[in-house]
């Protein structure tokens, strides 16, 4: 453009691939750089020093780097284009980014202007940059934090009949007996890991904390004012969903628009609010699926899962008082399954017909394969039962094991709904990964509205009716191509779903006698009511469950911890399945049809 000014074939691109953006700081004479907001170790752009006015910047998440001498460095993202200005695009409506000096009694916080969050007015505050950390919890319990009773002002007003002479360490316990986290052993957290983000306390311990070093739990709203109101799908990639346990704040590459580390992902944050008994935990954890980053969860103040951490802030002057407030809808009716009336066989039958299908020729195709240590991975396609279509499937093909091979068919969850493509690394493969090494194959079609073959615009309920449909004839044409394969036992495959893939399961599994079990993951069902013929109450009551139904709010395992639930129906004990945390209504782990 130096080289060129006013070059029209150089104008056009550079004006529908950038937007100005306006950053200024207090105190001003900053230098800003920015990078894309993906490539963490990438190189910093210098922007220029602020305040900058309208200056030219590429559209889309970007990662944003302000220095000064005097101050601690601050990275955030911001996001430049039109949605983000819709949003409220801070670069445009915000006041100057309020740099901390170095040595500051706010260390390791980052601030918030005030403003509107969702009808409620906050006041400035600062925010805790990442989560507490175990070297600052043990700092709070060397210091007889877990003894003072002036730290537990909530635990006493909620529960007056706590134990006197001891203080909460009577109640607080770690896997000891000593007081201190639900995770930690003889009063320490695990070797190497001071700097990773306290787990497994309490929302009274995150309270009494917070209110030790004076400062205090955000509310819903302050939490979600640091989160931000507009992200891209990096935002949450980049956040630590990886199941493999939380990271140290230190290695975190998620951050927000105001400078915050881990929201998304590492561990669950406790907030103020409460509903119905229960209190918010945000953000999702390690072992969640990544939609649970932007999911609000409630859980009792009282649970002390290994997924359950906390950051806090500090205000200028308290907000207004429905900040604190209970917050949801109120009571809400519960839907009564035991009331609702199964259709008669005579309308089963009509339903029945919408999900059959002819068995044509399948005209399979090997696209590529893929040597991996643990598998072989396989990309074919087949011919779809509908609309001259054709299903993809990623097929890992066990190394340790000879055919013909027992098959697990993967249905995903809901995220699948939004990711364009199935080529790359398999999302969320540490809830499958370990079936290729245990010597079966996985095999994970590409079912209609998913990945590549997602459907253009909103899915209302009649495309959601016709979705599940679709689904269950891609679950048959699985079938019908590992029946067409010699390597493949037929008469040994199994169902497992995720998510939105155990919520949706029972019409698709319950019609399919081909598959010998059924692994539910994280399912529930909805309140609201599905339409005719997908409704899975009402329309398909001949599905039963067989000894391995569990029940229970909470399921959280590892490979290390197992715990067992006890199967609603027959009352069976059955281990519970790993790697998931969840509150939703209880899950099912095996369905089969009559």
């Known amino acids: 453009m130096q080289r060129w000014p006013g070059d029209p074939q150089l104008e056009h691109p550079m004006r529908v691939t ?48 302000i220095t000064k001498a005097g101050f601690e460095p601050l990275e955030a993202r911001l996001e430049v284009g039109a949605p983000a200005a819709a949003a409220g695009r801070p670069d445009v409506n915000a006041p100057p980014i309020r740099l901390r000096p170095v040595g500051s009694d706010v260390g390791r916080m980052v601030f918030v202007p005030g403003g509107n969050q969702s009808g409620v007015e906050l006041t400035d505050y600062w925010i805790d940059q990442t989560e507490v950390t175990n070297r600052e919890f043990k700092d709070f319990i060397d210091r007889g934090g877990y003894q003072d009773p002036q730290h537990w002002t909530q635990l006493r007003r909620e529960l007056p009949q706590l134990p006197g002479h001891e203080g909460a360490g009577a109640m607080f316990r770690d896997r000891t007996g000593r007081p201190g986290p639900s995770t930690w052993e003889l009063g320490t957290y695990p070797e190497g890991k001071v700097d990773h983000p306290v787990s497994g306390v309490s929302w009274f311990e995150a309270a009494a904390y917070c209110q030790c070093t004076g400062k205090s739990l955000p509310t819903l709203f302050h939490w979600r004012k640091a989160f931000g109101a507009s ?47 229960r209190r918010y935990i945000l953000g999702g954890a390690w072992n969640e699926p990544v939609y649970m980053a932007v999911d609000d969860d ?154 590549e073959r997602q459907a253009p615009g909103e899915v209302g309920m009649s495309q959601w009716r016709d979705l599940v449909v679709q689904w269950s004839k891609d679950l048959g044409r699985t079938i019908d191509y590992l029946e067409s394969r010699s390597d493949f036992d037929s008469d040994k495959l199994v169902y497992y779903g995720f998510s939105m893939g155990a919520n949706t399961a029972v019409p698709t599994i319950a019609l399919e006698p081909r598959l010998k079990a059924a692994i539910l993951l994280s399912g529930g069902w909805a309140e609201t009511v599905a339409p005719p013929k997908s409704n899975r109450s009402t329309s398909f009551p001949g599905s039963r469950c067989r000894s391995s139904c569990w029940e229970g709010e909470t399921i ?18 059955r281990p519970s399945t790993r790697g998931m945390s969840s509150s939703r209504a209880p899950g099912t782990c095996r369905l089969a049809s009559k």
């Open 556 to 573: 959280s395992t590892t490979r290390s911890r197992r715990r067992r639930r006890r199967c609603s129906s027959c009352s069976e004990r």
């Open 298 to 451: 409630v859980r009792l103040p009282l649970d002390r899962a290994e997924t359950h951490g906390f950051r806090c802030i500090k205000e200028s002057r308290p907000p207004e008082a429905t900040a604190y407030a209970q917050y949801g809808a109120g009571s809400r009716p519960a839907r009564d399954l035991t009331k609702e009336k199964p259709v008669d066989a005579a309308t089963f039958e009509v339903f029945l017909r919408f999900y059959s299908y002819d068995r044509t020729r399948l005209e399979a195709k090997v696209e590529r394969t893929e040597e991996s240590e643990h598998w072989r991975r396989e990309r074919v396609s087949f011919a779809a039962a509908y609309g001259g279509e054709r299903v993809l499937a990623n097929i890992l093909l066990p190394k340790n094991a000879s055919p013909p091979y027992q098959a697990v068919i993967w249905f995903p969850g809901s995220y699948a709904l939004e990711l364009k493509s199935s080529e790359r690394e398999l999302v969320f493969s540490y809830y499958f990964d370990f079936l290729p090494r245990s010597g079966r194959a996985l095999v994970y079609p590409v079912y209609k509205g998913t990945y």
């Open 18 to 65: 950038t937007q100005p953006v306006t950053i200024a700081t207090d105190p001003p004479g900053a230098e800003v750089a920015f990078k894309a907001y993906e490539d963490v170790s990438g190189e910093w752009l210098p922007l220029g020093t602020t305040p900058l006015n309208a200056v030219g910047a590429p559209v889309g998440q970007l990662r944003w780097r």
């Open 231 to 277: 992200y891209f799908l990096e935002v949450l990639t980049l956040g630590n969903f990886a199941g493999q346990g939380p990271e140290a704040t230190g290695q975190l590459k998620e951050v927000g628009p105001f400078g915050t580390y881990g929201m998304a992902g590492n561990v669950k944050e406790w907030v103020w609010n409460d509903f119905e008994g």
